[in-house]
């Protein structure tokens, strides 16, 4: 189990080595294990990457997360994008919104992004949408 300065010195480590300050290197490039392993590192815990300690909750899906996830999936099976390019975008929000938002909350986070992103909805369309369905949702809790 990583501790946080460990996790915070890969981090450190990464921003070193982005395109923003990239040294020149010989060809065929040679790296120290310390530079591998950040270049290794992702905001995910996939690939054996330290965990943080959470604990698990068994609980069913909220309508709303299995909505995202059918919009998603619909998204993926229509052609626009797929379950890589959602993992990538969800990993591109950075560490706040990443480690920040739930599971599904950056599902639908990313998904509005790309939309947007892609020109198949406005700002404009996607800003009333939200408000329209918290109005929905404040006249049914009343």
Same mark, same amino acid.
């Given at each position: 189990?990583?501790?946080?300065? =460990?996790? $915070? ?25 310390? $530079? ?12 054996? $990457? ?37 993992? &990538? *975008? ?6 706040? $919104? ?6 599904? *909350? ?15 909805? %406005? ?12 109005? &929905?949702? =404040?006249?049914? %809790?009343?």
């Amino acid at each position: 189990m990583a501790t946080h300065t =460990e996790f $915070q010195a890969l981090t450190d480590g990464l921003a070193k080595i982005t395109p923003a300050i990239h040294l020149v290197q010989d060809s065929p490039p040679s790296i120290t294990n310390a $530079q591998y392993d950040v270049l290794r590192h992702v905001l995910h815990d996939v690939g054996g $990457q330290p965990a943080l300690p959470v604990e698990y909750v068994e609980k069913e899906e909220e309508a709303w997360e299995m909505n995202t996830y059918v919009t998603c999936e619909c998204l993926s099976w229509r052609g626009p994008w797929n379950a890589e390019m959602r993992r &990538r *975008a969800e990993v591109d929000l950075g560490e706040t $919104q990443y480690f920040g938002l739930p599971y599904y *909350a950056r599902w639908a986070t990313v998904a509005a992004k790309f939309l947007v992103d892609k020109g198949l909805v %406005s700002l404009d369309e996607l800003s009333a949408k939200i408000d329209e369905v918290r109005a &929905r949702l =404040e006249e049914a %809790s009343r």
